[in-house]
């Protein structure tokens, strides 16, 4: 039953990932979690950056963005890197968006990774493309997770397991 779930935790203000929170949390009574600046956003009910598509990635994200409108999703409590929510372990990975987080289990090396990591051609890779607010720091993000040596990398679009 929806009155299992005690908390929604969210890695970063992409409606595909926060859309349908408000609704789970009025079926539970769930508290909703996210980084501060990711938790502004949703109260706003917008992305906490804006897109940078080029290419292709301009006609996608125009036919597609229009699709994915959320309301205002206010948050309870707000998740800084170093605490422990749940048993996870929340860790600061900017770069996909400015207050994105990620979450491990340590004694599992289970790493909720939200979109910091994309799976591509059966690897992990950090984010790119006009959807990622900065790059290089994407890049330093990826690299910090993967020295945690996940052996379950659980991503927004993705599972991949390691070892």
């Not at 009155?3 to 409606?15: G, N, W």
């Not at 600046?37 to 598509?53: D, I, K, N, W």
């Not at 799976?119 to 984010?127: D, E, K, M, T, V």
Request: hydrophobic share 40%; aromatic share 8%.
């Amino acid at each position: 039953s929806a009155a299992a779930l005690k908390m929604i935790l969210i890695t970063h203000a992409d409606s595909d990932h926060y859309g349908a929170a408000r609704a789970l949390q009025r079926a539970s009574g769930a508290k909703l979690y996210a980084s501060t600046l990711e938790a502004e956003a949703m109260r706003r009910g917008v992305s906490s950056r804006a897109l940078q598509p080029v290419g292709w990635e301009r006609v996608f994200f125009g036919v597609v963005s229009p699709l994915f409108r959320v309301g205002s999703t206010p948050v309870e409590d707000y998740l800084q890197a170093g605490a422990t929510v749940g048993g996870l372990q929340v860790l600061a990975s900017p770069g996909h968006t400015p207050g994105h987080i990620s979450l491990f289990l340590p004694e599992q090396r289970v790493l909720f990774a939200g979109d910091s990591i994309q799976i591509a051609g059966g690897q992990p890779r950090p984010s790119s493309g006009g959807n990622t607010w900065d790059l290089a720091l994407a890049q330093r993000s990826f690299a910090s997770q993967m020295q945690l040596q996940p052996a379950y990398l659980c991503c927004g679009h993705g599972y991949l397991y390691l070892s």
